[in-house]
């Protein structure tokens, strides 16, 4: 009678940003372990999934040692890529660069070429079939959770096919060193039990056996490992470990298994959400990371001298990293830290092509950014970069301030929109955003969003016009609304006009709201300000009136009343800002979360400008002022994580 | 949506704006666009260079459109340059040709200055043989070409310097060497007639072959 085979996928996994050093030692500890298992067990054989740059971390004497077993045929190579992309939110030639890049790694490090591709989180594209195709990779390897349910007990693989192209899948149980502890062997039995069809003559169990290389599980790690091996050792009359291609050569395929595009959300069997990405276009930042990364993705490839853009790809694959979207416990784009990561990496790489490009006293771009089918007006000079998403409200989405390589408008909000897309009047952390609201309106009606909404201008659109001079650029936005005064709409316009000058790190802006009609009307303008900062929880970031510096400004409600000029800042990224306002004004200051969250997770922080209007027949109200954006010392040295 | 189809990006490159378009220019895109340019222009900038390139398709009416910001542009003391070699532009231009400045790319465009021109002969070059140089190679070649005909100066300055000081010693050695043979005739014509006498023996033409 034949052996059954097991397929031991041993895939050592990083999600969350380390310092270079951490991670070196962690990947060093985990090849030392599976040379330790390759030497201890000389008859099971192991299959190896890792990312290019893993390979590049270990210490050339542990490389040597597992080019040796690979050349015994113990352990056959699989890969990611050069990191782990999210195959559905890159674009194509970036996903083929990353598999290139990732393919040279293995084959200087490794000494051969990776025999199979491991879609990180399953994250399965069928229209990418062509590119692994293209690169040589023979088999991939994606979660069982993927199939259709009566299909995920049967032991083997199965072929896809997609417009005409094909290749191999196998499907694997994802299993964590903790959750087999003890009780594997049985488990092991349980699935062949469980595939009781029984027409193939040697079944196949492929087990994707996580190892989390921090720091914390890595003994448990280690010992998972060890103690897999020796179980697989044990069962050696019944069943033997193979590698995937062995299998490949010499058996046949189940059947043909269509698969869409897909995701696992968590590493291991749960089924997996249908529309994913309506779920991630379902909050602010996500988006706009994925965006700004589409972006620049774009500008390199539309490069026909690309060889000083050539660095900046490999960033680019660390900013695709799949870790740095789906959220988890320790990474995602809802954690501060990988958030601001990702715009660091971005608003650098951008700043070095625009620096490249030459070009003086700024630049202004009318461009689909966001990829929602509408314009936005993207203002940059040497020191600022400025988004405005004019259909919406004409707020500012992004205000990158290039010295410090920072997003001040990176604040998430964890309120789900309504309806899948990047940015939602009134819900998103954005800047400028014009409320007109009942004169009495309190901050703190105001804060808990119980203020009645008179206008229609926080989320109408507005008309644009672009200004450009030698030495300046202008977008002046404009739009005639109204504002609703009892049981009438009274016609009302603003025009709002934000400026860069020169190179300078300054963002002047002037408000100008016009009555139309003959009848005088009476309300509150409220500006709505919300900068992002990762010392609000830390108590690091302050505000700053005329002398008096005013911390915890994650606690409450901070009132400013007639404040000509204010400062916040935070040494915790480096950066402080400062307005200045023609005339004065009320400002309220709070913890921007969404009414019911716990003001202590806030991470960014609401600005209010607000003043009673009162607006004559024909009459018209002007506001004019500065935001200065100035370096401060960092609080801590900069780490450089990978 | 259409009439927002087309990407535009605007920049100041020394005195001119230069106008990025990008994506296809339909006619629901030209009065937005008329605009933007128009308030370019009364904005007081006088150079317009606008890159077509990357424009994947173009309706008639857009180039007339241009035509009539060209008319308003040279009225004003301005000129309008365009940018572009791509197979649909170039056919919706093919009529204005002799009307419009067209170039294929940024780098053709007339810089002036020796290093302009420089800058300019060196691509046609590049173009016509193939070889291109990137800018360090091209200065550590200049740099050694350099050093080569600065040596060769020395070299030539040592060696005339060499020659000069031999001419001068000959000359002078010429010169002894006359005086020389004139004093020996000298003393052989006072001699004679002791030689004649007998007095004295000639060693002198007796050692002489």
């Known amino acids: ?642 | 949506m259409r009439s927002e189809a087309l990407d535009i990006t605007i920049e100041s490159r020394g005195r001119s704006i230069w106008i990025f378009l990008s994506g296809p220019f339909h006619a629901e895109q030209v009065p937005s666009m008329r605009e933007k340019i128009a308030g370019l222009i009364d904005d007081g900038n006088r150079h317009l260079v606008v890159d077509l390139e990357n424009v994947s398709d173009i309706d008639e009416s857009a180039t007339q459109m241009f035509l009539a910001l060209l008319n308003g542009m040279r009225g004003k003391g301005g000129d309008i340059w365009l940018i572009f070699r791509n197979e649909n532009v170039s056919k919706a231009f093919s009529p204005f040709r002799s009307i419009f400045s067209i170039y294929p790319d940024a780098h053709s465009l007339p810089s002036g200055g020796l290093f302009g021109t420089l800058r300019r002969r060196s691509r046609v070059l590049a173009r016509k043989t193939g070889i291109r140089l990137s800018r360090p190679v091209a200065l550590t070649l200049l740099i050694a070409l350099f050093g080569w005909i600065l040596s060769l100066i020395f070299i030539i300055h040592i060696q005339g310097q060499r020659i000069r000081k031999q001419e001068t010693e000959i000359r002078s050695l010429t010169e002894w060497n006359r005086a020389t043979v004139s004093e020996i005739r000298e003393l052989q014509n006072r001699l004679r007639p002791l030689e004649q006498l007998g007095i004295l023996k000639d060693t002198l033409s007796r050692k002489s072959p």
């Open chain 1, 1 to 642: 009678m034949k052996r059954h085979s097991i397929a031991f996928l041993i895939h050592p996994y990083k999600n969350s940003l380390v310092p270079k050093n951490t991670f070196r030692d962690a990947v060093n500890t985990f090849a030392q372990a599976l040379i330790d298992i390759g030497a201890s067990y000389q008859n099971i054989r192991l299959n190896v999934v890792m990312p290019g740059y893993f390979l590049e971390a270990i210490d050339p004497m542990l490389l040597l040692q597992l080019r040796e077993m690979h050349k015994k045929g113990i352990v056959e190579w699989l890969t990611t890529g050069y990191t782990e992309p999210f195959l559905s939110f890159s674009p194509q030639w970036l996903l083929n660069e990353n598999l290139r890049h990732g393919i040279t790694s293995f084959q200087e490090y490794a000494g051969d070429r990776p025999a199979g591709f491991v879609p990180p989180f399953s994250n399965w594209e069928p229209s990418y079939i062509d590119v692994l195709s293209g690169a040589g990779i023979q088999y991939n390897v994606v979660s069982r959770s993927l199939l259709a349910s009566q299909y995920r007990s049967r032991l083997g693989y199965w072929v896809t096919e997609f417009a005409g192209s094909s290749t191999v899948l196998f499907p694997v149980h994802s299993v964590y060193p903790s959750v087999v502890a003890g009780g594997m062997e049985s488990w092991i039995q349980e699935q062949f039990a469980a595939d009781a069809a029984g027409n193939v003559p040697v079944k196949l169990l492929c087990i994707d056996f996580l190892c989390p290389l921090l720091s914390q599980d890595m003994a448990v790690t280690q010992q998972g490992l060890a103690e897999a091996a020796a179980v697989f050792d044990r069962l050696l009359l019944n069943y033997q470990t193979i590698r995937f291609t062995e299998f490949l050569s010499s058996n046949t395929p189940l059947g043909l298994m269509y698969l869409p595009q897909s995701l696992v959300l968590r590493r291991d069997d749960s089924d997996t959400a249908p529309h994913f990405l309506n779920y991630l276009h379902s909050f602010d930042q996500v988006g706009i990371v994925q965006r700004k990364l589409m972006d620049i993705a774009d500008n390199i490839a539309s490069r026909k001298e690309s060889r000083h853009a050539e660095p900046y790809k490999k960033t680019l694959f660390f900013v695709a990293d799949i870790n740095r979207y789906i959220p988890s416990k320790s990474s995602g784009f809802t954690r501060l830290r990988d958030r601001m990561w990702c715009f660091e990496k971005l608003i650098d790489i951008e700043h070095e092509l625009q620096q490249h490009d030459g070009g003086a006293g700024g630049r202004i771009r009318i461009a689909d950014y966001l990829r929602n089918g509408s314009k936005s007006i993207i203002m940059t000079n040497k020191n600022l970069a400025v988004y405005i998403d004019h259909k919406n409200g004409g707020s500012v989405f992004e205000i990158d301030f290039r010295r410090r390589r920072y997003n001040v408008c990176a604040g998430y909000n964890p309120s789900r929109h309504a309806l899948p897309m990047v940015i939602e009047p009134g819900l998103s952390y954005t800047m400028f955003v014009d409320h007109l609201v009942d004169t009495a309106t309190q901050a703190a009606q105001f804060r808990a969003k119980n203020a009645a909404e008179l206008g229609d201008f926080y989320s109408g659109a507005y008309e644009y016009k672009i200004k450009k001079t030698d030495t300046s650029i202008k977008a002046s936005l404009h739009r005639q609304g109204s504002l609703l005064l009892g049981d009438r709409n009274c016609p009302l316009s603003i025009e709002k006009m934000l400026g860069l000058e020169k190179d300078q790190p300054a963002l002047p802006f002037v408000y100008q709201i016009t009555n139309n009609s003959l009848t005088p009307y009476m309300f509150r303008l409220a500006v709505e300000l919300t900068f992002s900062f990762p010392g609000i929880g830390a108590n690091t970031a302050y505000l700053l009136d005329k002398k008096r510096k005013i911390t915890g400004l994650k606690d409450g409600l901070v009132e400013l009343p007639q404040a000509t000029q204010w400062l916040i800042g935070d040494s915790a990224c480096g950066v402080m800002v400062l307005c200045t306002l023609q005339k004065p004004v009320d400002v309220w200051c709070f913890p921007a979360v969404p009414p019911g969250v716990d003001p202590q997770q806030a991470e960014a922080v609401t600005l209010v400008l607000t003043a009673p209007i009162t607006l004559d027949g024909s009459g018209v109200w002007s506001l004019m002022g500065k935001l200065q954006f100035k370096r401060q010392a960092l609080a801590e040295k900069h780490i450089d994580e990978i």
